[in-house]
């Protein structure tokens, strides 16, 4: 049972490369979201799925795109990457729906980015 | 602005001995709030859940409360194991029809177990 599975792991960027990084998830869950966490921060939202074909803007969107071309993929862009998008970078997925139990999120083991 | 503030930052335990990490949510209106444990490295991982009705919840040798009146939760952590040794994230759902916007996150407690 792998859960959200993420790729790649590990990727040191020359400013101005860009990547994408893929997010996999086999729970049939509806809800998708990608976040970056930094030192003594919390983590913060860059952008989410609700399905199928939809995304939305989180906290720090800028610098990142995404799409959910298929439910259990979700993948993050960086189109022209720079130092300030060092960081660590989680997906995680929930069910979506409304009940309390629903918003669990299961994370992947993350991807660390380095912006050279 | 909706906040979670957790204290302390750290805190360095020695083994067998309990401690107690701090959430404060300035969160309205307020679903639940779940308590995510991040060991080095990887990913949270939900511990517990509290919803609004619930004052305590134990899981093992950990137990979390929540007073939804002063908007405070905390998690115990009895007889304390080296296992125990990571970051423990406060998180505050609110409500709403789409909701995945409205997760809000401590920015946690490195806890550090010492033989």
């Known amino acids: 049972n792998a859960g959200v599975t993420q790729t790649p792991k590990f990727r040191v960027l020359k400013t101005g490369q860009s990547m994408t990084l893929l997010c996999a998830q086999d729970m049939n869950h509806e809800y998708m979201y990608w976040y970056r966490q930094d030192p003594g921060m919390g983590l913060r939202l860059i952008h989410y799925s609700v399905g199928e074909g939809t995304t939305a803007k989180g906290e720090v969107p800028d610098g990142y795109n995404v799409s959910r071309l298929k439910k259990q993929n979700f993948l993050l862009g960086l189109e022209s990457a720079a130092p300030s998008q060092t960081s660590v970078y989680f997906c995680?997925?929930?069910?979506?729906?409304?009940?309390?139990?629903?918003?669990?999120?299961?994370f992947g083991q993350g991807t660390r980015l380095t912006v050279v | 602005k909706n906040q979670v503030e957790q204290s302390p930052q750290s805190l360095i335990i020695l083994e067998g001995k309990n401690c107690t990490l701090q959430c404060n949510y300035t969160v309205s209106p307020f679903s639940n709030l779940r308590w995510y444990k991040q060991d080095t490295g990887r990913g949270p991982v939900s511990l517990t859940i509290?919803?609004?009705?619930?004052n305590t919840k134990s899981n093992g040798r950990y137990t979390a409360t929540l007073d939804a009146d002063t908007k405070q939760s905390s998690l115990h952590i009895t007889a304390s194991q080296l296992s125990d040794s990571a970051s423990y994230i406060c998180?505050?759902?609110?409500?709403?029809?789409?909701?995945?916007?409205?997760?809000?996150f401590g920015s946690g407690t490195r806890l550090s177990i010492r033989p």
């Open positions: 998180v505050v759902h609110a409500p709403g029809y789409s909701s995945a916007s409205k997760i809000i």
């Open positions: 995680a997925s929930s069910y979506g729906g409304l009940k309390v139990v629903d918003t669990e999120a299961f």
């Open positions: 509290m919803t609004f009705s619930e």
